[in-house]
């Protein structure tokens, strides 16, 4: 759909489904963001991260989209979320838990072809035991800790794991694994370290393949992406790696719907607490969007939001469910009761917005609120 096309018609469907203002989320753009990763790491394959309901932006649309690209690995990191995602993708999509399995969903997990990340000795033995329970080989990842001290096998327990793995055929390892933790830093020297420490992994377990880039670490060259890379905010429109231009394509783009403006004197206090003291005649709206809706609460005194490519500060704090801004820079009338306007769009990425707000693009995609009309193009 053309982008005009979407714009013009946002307020009346915004108005028509109740909605507090419009999120569009153009999946045309994120698997254009899929073909550009997977060129960049080719002969490799590249994943999709799909965990947190795709950042926010719904796993089962954007898993859907993906898999129409000809992607087929994809990444969750919650078990619930792998149960979820399942039916919604044909059987020669292969999904993985991050997180592993609690005790318990081993069975589950099992039963419907969702591959666990085994991330301890333990969750391997556990794996180990459900498989001959079964009496067939179950798939399964190993990952391993290079430095970040989250997830992962320790260096410790790696020749625990060999041992188990030379006496145990019970588990289909498919490749090892680790994650990055300063990827979007390409001058970190932790990346250095957790390659050079991958590379051991790999030595020692030289009968598997290794993924290891996401997104940060497909733009630090073809040493971190190994046989499957697992892009994530990358596919997004988020930037891959701090300091430089962005090669992603924005995904997202949010309108919100002004509910009240008004004309205020020099000295009127704005918002709670009355933090914010107008310094002279002020036109301010109020949007229909607050911290509820993804809008932090940071965002108070710092952010702002555009329409017709002109800067509207927010001004007071953020509250739950709405926000107030500083329109003194449009002309008289430019915004009225209705009136749309851009939180993330052509003049303000979801970088951006997070930069204002001290957050990363994260947080923000993943803290939209469900309360916009959602429309998919």
């Known amino acids: 759909m053309d982008g005009g096309i979407v714009d013009s018609l946002a307020p009346k469907l915004a108005i028509d489904s109740g909605a507090c203002g419009y999120l569009t989320i153009d999946l045309a753009a994120l698997c254009r963001n899929y073909d550009k990763l997977s060129t960049i790491v080719a002969p490799a394959r590249a994943a999709a991260v799909v965990k947190a309901d795709s950042y926010g932006l719904g796993a089962n649309q954007v898993s859907k989209a993906l898999y129409e690209r000809g992607c087929r690995h994809f990444f969750v990191a919650h078990f619930i979320e792998a149960l979820r995602l399942r039916p919604q993708l044909r059987g020669d999509a292969t999904i993985f838990v991050l997180n592993g399995l609690l005790p318990g969903n081993e069975a589950a997990c099992a039963d419907g072809g969702i591959v666990p990340v085994i991330n301890s000795l333990q969750q391997l033995r556990q794996w180990s035991e459900m498989s001959r329970s079964l009496h067939r080989r179950l798939p399964a990842v190993l990952q391993f800790d290079t430095g970040m001290s989250r997830l992962g096998i320790p260096p410790e327990d790696r020749s625990a794991v060999a041992a188990h793995l030379q006496t145990s055929d019970d588990v289909d390892i498919l490749f090892i694994m680790s994650h990055l933790a300063s990827a979007d830093e390409t001058d970190s020297r932790q990346n250095g370290d957790q390659l050079a420490e991958m590379c051991r992994v790999a030595t020692e377990f030289p009968q598997y393949d290794v993924s290891f880039a996401n997104s940060g670490g497909i733009f630090l060259g073809g040493d971190f992406h190994g046989v499957l890379a697992r892009p994530g905010i990358a596919l997004y429109g988020g930037a891959p790696t701090s300091g430089v231009a962005n090669p992603m394509e924005a995904v997202v783009r949010l309108e919100v719907a002004v509910v009240q403006t008004r004309t205020v004197l020099e000295g009127a ?51 739950m469910d709405s926000t107030t801004i500083d329109i ?50």
């Open 269 to 319: 206090r704005v918002g709670y607490g009355g933090v914010h003291v107008t310094k002279g005649k002020t036109r301010l709206a109020t949007i229909a969007a607050g911290y509820a809706d993804g809008l932090p609460r940071s965002l108070s005194d710092r952010g702002a939001v555009y329409y017709d490519g002109v800067r509207l500060p927010i001004v007071g704090r953020v509250s």
């Open 328 to 377: 003194s820079a449009l002309p008289e009338g430019a915004l009225s009761f209705g009136s749309m306007v851009e939180v993330l769009g052509d003049h303000q990425t979801v970088d951006d917005l997070a930069c204002d707000a001290g957050l990363i693009s994260y947080e923000i995609l993943t803290s939209l609120g469900h309360r916009f009309h959602r429309q998919y193009r």
